[in-house]
């Protein structure tokens, strides 16, 4: 576009000065000509560059998940085969769920048991109680018996022997309520002791059934979003473990990022909801309608590693490295009722970015980036 421009200026040049002769062609008009192009020129790239700038740097990214099983185990199905996508949910491999399976069950017995003993703790705090209330009837009756010998004695009429032996008893008795209250107290700390709605055992087991069935589920590895299985090397028989770190497979997610690197004065113009086209290599001669979502306002140049060490000045001899771009995520625009576009995953191209700026010069770079798409189409290789 822009040399079709300077071609029109050209022409207009060689029809007044050349052609009509209504401008002098000397010396003059030929230095006024060639600095008008460049003006001209300058003042276009310049502009354009800010109000529809533009990106040779498009990348289409793909999360990747690598499938690590929280288990181990030996595999016993592998349900799906490499470059095919599958939905959130879908079973990937399944590990042999045996043992899981049997440590469910066992815990499963214990629950019972404990759940059985718990019912038995309001029993001997039932039994602890009357067995307090007992002890405490047979103190206050050698209490009294020992009152009464007292009594007896003071008036003569009883012995000394029978003072002693009932103050003995009575110390008997003090030592039994006191023992009784304590085995009441014990059967009473056993129930409170309560998480939730449970005792603490039945807690405990509880919690290690809880654990034993996400083990179990674990044997059966899902599919973590939609996306495709790759790299799927695994087979039945494999034995899989979670350390050392080895994945079992490679799942690239289907949701997609796209981003365009921009020189950071390039973006003064630009936010989100500006317009945007993006020409793919892997798509020639399609145009690709897309949003500006957000801007990247962050660099590794702008990060300093975590450590003790001040960082050290740069030598003055040393130039400094060049200002890195800044990531302009982009979102593809989708038609309703239409199929979503597959753009395959590291797909490269360029794109133009539309600001509210000048917006008859957005034609220039609608037609640099038509351009640029049609080129898609040559290969340019020799062999």
Request: net charge positive; glycine share 6%.
């Amino acid at each position: 576009m822009l040399e079709l421009i300077l071609g029109g200026y050209a022409f207009l040049v060689w029809l007044l000065c050349i052609k009509l002769k209504v401008i002098p062609w000397n010396i003059q008009t030929q230095v006024g000509a060639v600095a008008g192009a460049i003006g001209l020129a300058a003042t276009l790239i310049f502009t354009i560059n800010v109000v529809a700038p533009s990106s040779s740097d498009v990348r289409v990214i793909n999360y990747v998940v690598e499938v690590v099983p929280r288990v181990q185990g030996t595999v016993t199905r592998v349900a799906v085969e490499g470059n095919q996508l599958v939905k959130k949910g879908e079973v990937l491999l399944e590990i042999d769920n045996t043992p899981y399976r049997l440590k469910v069950r066992e815990l499963e017995a214990k629950l019972a048991d404990a759940t059985g003993t718990a019912k038995t703790l309001w029993q001997d705090l039932d039994s602890a109680q009357s067995s307090t209330r007992a002890q405490q009837a047979h103190l206050d009756l050698m209490k009294k018996r020992l009152g009464e010998s007292q009594a007896l004695a003071n008036a003569g009429a009883g012995n000394q022997f029978d003072v002693e032996n009932f103050a003995t008893e009575v110390q008997k008795a003090e030592a039994a309520v006191a023992s009784a209250r304590t085995a009441e107290s014990k059967a009473q700390t056993r129930i409170d002791a309560v998480v939730g709605a449970d005792i603490a055992a039945v807690a405990q087991i509880k919690a290690q059934l809880e654990q034993a069935k996400y083990d179990l589920a674990s044997t059966v590895i899902r599919a973590p979003s939609d996306g495709y299985a790759v790299n799927v090397s695994v087979r039945p028989g494999n034995f899989l473990v979670a350390m050392p770190f080895r994945p079992a497979m490679s799942f690239v997610e289907h949701e997609q990022r796209i981003l365009a690197f921009l020189e950071q004065n390039e973006l003064r113009y630009v936010k989100p909801g500006n317009k945007a086209e993006i020409a793919f290599k892997s798509l020639p001669g399609a145009i690709v309608h897309a949003k500006v979502d957000s801007i990247v306002w962050a660099s590794s140049q702008g990060q300093l590693m975590q450590g003790g060490a001040v960082p050290n000045a740069p030598f003055e001899t040393v130039h400094a490295p060049l200002a890195q771009k800044y990531a302009v995520k982009l979102t593809l625009d989708h038609v309703p009722g239409e199929a979503a576009l597959f753009v395959p995953m590291g797909a490269r191209g360029g794109a133009a970015l539309y600001t509210d700026k000048v917006a008859p010069l957005h034609l220039l770079r609608m037609v640099m980036i038509r351009l640029q798409s049609k080129l898609n189409y040559l290969v340019l290789k020799l062999h």
